[in-house]
C-alpha cells in the first residue's frame, strides 16, 4: 500500500504486468461490482499503478487493469474475471 492507494493482486501473464481489482457483493442492490470501480476509482488506481511501476523502474513495463468481481451467496461463491477495464 502507498500513499496513492492499494492494488489489490499484481500478477504477470506472459509479458504483461496485470493490476487486479477485487470487488465482492453478497447481492446486487447497489449494482455490480464491476460498478463499483467507476472513473474517480479509475484515476486512482492508474495513479497507484504509474507510482508501483516509478518506484519498481518498471516505466516501460507493458501493463494491463483487470477488475475480478465476486459475488457471494451463503456458502457459495462465482467468480467474473473481467480483463483490460481502461
Do not use: W
Not at 492499494?6 to 477485487?22: G, N, P
Amino acid at each position: 500500500m502507498a500513499r496513492q492507494g492499494e492494488i489489490d493482486i499484481i500478477a504477470k501473464e506472459k509479458e504483461e504486468l496485470v493490476f487486479i481489482e477485487v470487488k465482492t457483493r453478497t447481492n446486487t442492490a447497489f449494482g455490480r461490482p464491476i460498478e463499483a470501480v467507476n472513473r474517480p476509482k479509475q484515476k486512482r488506481l492508474i495513479s497507484t499503478v504509474k507510482y508501483y511501476l516509478y518506484a519498481n523502474h518498471l516505466e516501460n513495463a507493458f501493463v494491463r487493469l483487470d477488475v475480478i468481481e465476486v459475488y457471494l451467496r451463503g456458502n457459495e461463491y462465482r467468480i467474473n474475471h473481467i480483463k483490460q477495464i481502461l
